[in-house]
């Protein structure tokens, strides 16, 4: 983290980033609306991008751990609210009854993770560095300049270009690359397969247990 209250050391950190993240094989990126909206952030892309091709980028949405845990967990009650039912051997019709709840739960994650992957797609084509917010008024100059420097550095540009000319250099190469990149890394669903795998997996744990020998009461 790039301390805050040395002015000097702050800019020492900012300066020595594109070394940091040169020894970075993939970035990770916890993806929210405001990713891109913000200067540092998009600092960062640009440093990393400045480095290395676009494909080495890497998106988690925020929604995808929570479908995770949440349908791990909802289909794990399911599967012990079966054995217990089984035992019981009474209101067999509960344990279907929670079917429509599970599936229902991932309709709704799965439709947030469309509008999120929409959502993302419209701000990576209207991409403009100069609109992006800076909490600190005073960090905006003197990271643009990084930027355009950066573009230059690497050769993206000539270095006889301006920093105007680098920025919007770099506002090309955001629009241009990172959507295909990003949204492919993102996948077409909210979960990929082997995801689903270690869901029914987890899920189907305590039926596994109970079938084992020994296991049933």
Known sequence: CIPQNDPGLQKKCIVKLGAFLCYSNTMLICYTDLYLKRLWTTYEVASYLSLYPADRIKMLPPSVPVIFVGGSTLLWIFNVTGLFLNVLQDFMYVEFGLVPFIFLAFLVGSRNFARSRAAIARTLAAFQVDKCSCAVSTDRAMVCANIADLMKETQVLDKSSTDEEALAKFDQL????????????????????????????????????????GGEG
């Open 174 to 213: 955001v629009r241009e690359e990172l959507p295909t990149v990003l949204l492919k890394s993102l996948g077409k669903y909210s979960l990929r397969y082997y995801q689903m795998v270690l869901i029914n997996f987890l899920a189907m744990m305590p039926r596994l247990c109970d079938s084992l020998p």
